[in-house]
């Protein structure tokens, strides 16, 4: 599986931003897709996850009501809507897949959980 993240740049708070992460190889059916960021000299951070086959979703709490995560099932792609973007939310971010069935939600948010990762994308928002 090979996943390939875009749509990063450089954008003013208050603005909005779609990321994509195009997945190639192995069937996603049962996969598990999440978005995670990782600003200078800090861990890297759950952003948002769905689950490929019912489009159940988590957020982590600094993003709820502002980002939206989506799949597209014919393009094999999984999107990040960010609207409202503040400084903060400047980092590489990256897409992730876990293709093992997984329906604990407490795991969903554990970099651990994830085989697969893509190169990443620099959102930078400037205040």
């Known amino acids: 599986v090979q996943l390939q993240a875009s749509g990063g740049g450089l954008v003013q708070a208050g603005d909005s931003l779609r990321l994509s992460c195009a997945v190639s190889?192995?069937?996603?059916?049962?996969?598990?897709m999440a978005w995670f960021r990782q600003a200078p000299g800090m861990e890297r951070e759950f952003v948002a996850a769905?689950?490929?086959?019912?489009?159940?979703?988590d957020y982590t709490d600094s993003v709820k009501g502002r980002f939206t995560i989506s799949r597209d099932r014919a393009k094999k792609t999984v999107f990040l809507q960010m609207n409202s973007l503040k400084a903060e939310d400047t980092a590489v971010y990256y897409c992730?897949?876990?293709?093992?069935?997984?329906?604990?939600?407490?795991?969903?948010?554990?970099?651990?959980?994830?085989?697969?990762w893509g190169q990443g994308t620099q959102v930078t928002v400037s205040s």
């Open positions: 769905i689950k490929w086959y019912n489009s159940n979703t």
């Open positions: 992730a897949a876990d293709l093992i069935y997984n329906v604990d939600r407490r795991t969903w948010s554990r970099p651990g959980t994830y085989d697969y």
């Open positions: 190889g192995d069937s996603l059916g049962s996969a598990l």
